[in-house]
């Protein structure tokens, strides 16, 4: 079982705000990282750290975290933003790392 | 550019062994750690293993621990993943992934486009 736990799927209307949670007790110690992931694709890092992007990664994407919580938002969301999230993090022994398990994010 | 290329899957049958390996280039593969994650078919992201840049330190998710070996090759800027014993649940699309640290801040910044591996009689 993942020690990150993830909504399974989130749905958003065209041009709307989403946001995407991610829970764990190692959160309280590091911050998330987040990747996006269409099918047949390798993940793409999005956010990383206190609510860093790496380039070319638009700025409708950011993340905040609170106890042990993290959080991605997207806002605005557009049509090709529709793909799998997964957050990302230490595991409780700190040496090893774990995913949550994703979410299915829909554009309506 | 910074580039992953992974290669060495295939089909194999279950007790087999496979070696994947993965070829890095564009950056200083000597000054980084690096990892494998795998997909299985429909499935989420599992981590799978990870080398530290000099190969000091070495972990293993509970599920490949004893059976998977992990290895790097500086001089090459290669890193390798030997999977011996699989399992049907082996199946996936491997990955190798280079990760950042600094602090509190920790994350996978460059993944390879993958690798499947298929176990199966």
């Known amino acids: 079982s993942s020690e990150l736990t993830q909504d399974p799927a989130v749905s958003v209307a065209l041009g709307q705000t989403v946001r995407i949670t991610c829970q764990g007790d190692?959160?309280?110690?590091?911050?998330a990282s987040w990747y996006q992931q269409k099918p047949g694709q390798a993940p793409v890092l999005v956010i990383y750290g206190k609510n860093n992007r790496p380039s070319g990664i638009p700025d409708r994407f950011s993340g905040s975290s609170s106890g042990n919580t993290a959080s991605l938002t997207i806002t605005g969301a557009q049509a090709e933003d529709e793909a799998d999230y997964y957050c990302?993090?230490?595991?409780?022994?700190?040496?090893?790392?774990?995913f949550g398990g994703g979410t299915k994010l829909t554009v309506l | 550019e910074v580039q992953l290329v992974e290669s060495g899957g295939g089909l194999v049958k279950p007790g087999g062994s496979l070696r994947l390996s993965c070829a890095a280039s564009g950056f200083t593969f000597s000054s980084y750690s690096m990892n494998w994650v795998r997909q299985a078919p429909g499935k989420g992201l599992e981590w799978v293993s990870s080398?530290?840049?000099?190969?000091?330190?070495?972990y293993y998710a509970d599920s490949v621990k004893g059976r998977f070996t992990i290895s790097r090759d500086n001089a090459k800027n290669s890193l390798y993943l030997q999977m011996n014993s699989l399992r049907a649940e082996d199946t996936a699309v491997y990955y190798c992934a280079r990760d950042r640290q600094w602090l509190v801040n920790i994350y996978f910044d460059y993944w390879g486009q993958g690798t499947l591996v298929t176990v199966s009689s």
């Open positions: 190692s959160l309280r110690s590091y911050y």
């Open positions: 990302n993090s230490r595991d409780s022994s700190g040496n090893r790392w774990v």
């Open positions: 080398i530290s840049s000099s190969s000091s330190y070495i």
